[in-house]
């Protein structure tokens, strides 16, 4: 292949595009990634909490713990309205909070090990077009153009790939005029995270881990546009309606206006090209979801495009989008009700909201259902008529006979069989160390994709199916 060709080529050096391209190099598909900025790693953090299937599908990468050494607080519960506490240290999982990390070092770690699988990426390549025919991928840009089989937009939410192949984005803006500001605090709150509303406003503030706490506000009576110039008075004052006190906040490293847009493609695929992260879905920043999804999107859609380009059926690919397209929608659902139930909130004044959300949430199973959907640990995937019932559901990190884990023995994009007496080069067969007799084929993404008695030819179908060739 010359150097502008390669078997999938990434649009976007994003969080979505660098998981997506270190796991095809690390399962050997050759793959460039074409960023438009240049090689430095930006230090403003838009996203800052990883929730904890991101850090299950990182510790399956062998990632989660360099994220988890820089640091970072490790929230095991989230407070809301001053009322009612969501308790994430209940999930059943290794990870089981939310790390408040910057953006910027979840894409340090991926950019390294994308790096150093060998993905190229080339930088200074804004996309300009994408064309498709007789089975190639053409990708035009400044740097000069591309050929692939597949192509990958995840370019964002202004995403140039999705506009090239025509594909609609709609969806309406949620709220306008939201501002965020990074900040220290002289008096910080007792709980972190929390998040209310009153008069008219609302807020959410949360701890980095160190000196630097990030602010959410929203004031009605102070509506403006996106690129109106604005200052930290206005986020103190929006915080002092909701909280009472602005905490003494100062020193802001950064400080924005943004809007809140919700919208999702009709499909994720369109041909040989697909879109992933906020080129496919964008919602509001409520429940600190949108790059926690974009990275999920790149953990279901690397695996089946290595397989297909290994001699799996082209069919695997569709399942991209049935699997990933709903979770995108009831991610913008449940972010959407928050967004708004903190409007609400916020004009109701008293009680109200904070009751309405209080009481449903003391309920312990629409709780655990919050929680599970918010970290990502209740997500699952539908499965064919005829599947056993498991066929689609995450399958948890379990110690292994031999004194490792699960978890581990994914890494590298491989098939875990639970089941040390299957034989399948496609696969690595490991018993349990508490075995329940069902055997279950476990997919590079942690989901379960096959699963039943002892019955190898079914398992090599699966694998057939799935994997393609050894
Ligand atoms: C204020 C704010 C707060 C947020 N907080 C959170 C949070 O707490 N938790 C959370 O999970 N999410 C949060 N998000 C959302 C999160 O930042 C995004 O969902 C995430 O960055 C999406 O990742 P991505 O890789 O899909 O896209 P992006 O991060 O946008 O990356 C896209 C990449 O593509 C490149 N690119 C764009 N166009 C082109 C082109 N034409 N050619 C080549 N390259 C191109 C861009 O330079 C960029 O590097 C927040 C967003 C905002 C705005």
């Known amino acids: 292949m010359s150097n502008q060709q390669a078997a999938v080529i990434v649009v976007g050096a994003g969080p979505t595009g660098l998981l997506l391209a270190g796991d095809l190099a690390e399962s050997g598909v050759e793959v460039i990634v074409l960023e438009r900025r240049g090689a430095e790693l930006s230090n403003l953090s838009r996203a800052f909490g990883v929730h904890a299937r991101t850090l299950e599908m990182l510790d399956a990468r062998g990632l989660a713990d360099e994220l988890l050494a820089y640091g970072g607080a490790r929230l095991g519960g989230i407070r809301l309205f001053n009322r009612v506490s969501l308790h994430l240290a209940d999930l059943e999982t290794r990870f089981p909070y939310l790390l408040m990390t910057p953006q910027y070092n979840v894409e340090e770690v991926l950019q390294k090990r994308a790096l150093g699988a060998g993905a190229r990426i080339v930088h200074d390549a804004e996309v300009t077009g994408v064309d498709q025919a007789d089975g190639k991928v053409t990708v035009h840009t400044g740097a000069g153009d591309f050929q692939a089989a597949y192509v990958v937009g995840a370019d964002g939410v202004g995403s140039a790939v999705r506009k090239a192949i025509g594909m609609p984005y709609p969806g309406e803006a949620v709220l306008k005029s939201i501002m965020l500001a990074d900040v220290k605090l002289t008096d910080p709150p007792e709980h972190s995270p929390a998040i209310t509303g009153s008069h008219g406003a609302f807020c959410f503030i949360a701890s980095f881990g ?248 079914a398992i090599a179908a699966h694998l057939d199916a799935h994997a393609g060739r050894s």
Not at 289 to 307: F, Y
Not at 358 to 383: D, E, Q, T
Not at 398 to 407: E, I
Request: proline share 4%; hydrophobic share 40%.
């Open 210 to 457: 160190d000196e630097y706490w990030r602010v959410f506000a929203w004031n009605s009576e102070d509506q403006k546009a996106d690129d109106d110039p604005i200052d930290l008075e206005e986020i103190k004052e929006a915080t002092r309606r909701t909280f009472g006190t602005d905490f003494g906040m100062h020193d802001a490293r950064w400080i924005s206006r943004f809007h809140s847009d919700e919208r999702q493609v009709p499909s994720y695929r369109d041909g040989d090209v697909f879109l992933a992260g906020d080129a496919a879905h964008c919602h509001s920043p409520a429940g600190g979801q949108g790059m926690n999804t974009g990275l999920q999107d790149a953990a279901n859609l690397s695996w089946k495009l290595a397989a297909v380009l290994n001699g799996a059926p082209e069919a695997l690919l569709d399942t991209y989008d049935a699997e990933r397209h709903p979770v995108g929608k009831m991610v913008l659902t449940t972010s959407g009700a928050m967004i708004r139930l903190a409007a609400a909130r916020s004009r109701v004044g008293g009680a109200i909201g904070g009751i309405a959300a209080g009481a449903a949430l003391r309920f312990k199973p629409i709780a655990s259902r919050a929680m599970g959907m918010i970290s990502g640990i209740g997500i699952h995937y539908g499965h064919e008529h005829g599947d056993h019932r498991l066929v689609g559901r995450r399958q948890a990190d379990v110690d292994l006979a031999d004194g490792s884990r699960l978890y581990e023995r994914l890494r590298g994009g491989r098939f875990v069989v639970l089941d040390s007496a299957v034989d399948d080069p496609r696969a690595v067969a490991a018993a349990s160390a508490e075995p329940d007799g069902l055997i279950r084929v476990v997919r590079p993404d942690g989901y379960i994709g096959w699963a039943g008695e002892d019955d190898p030819r």
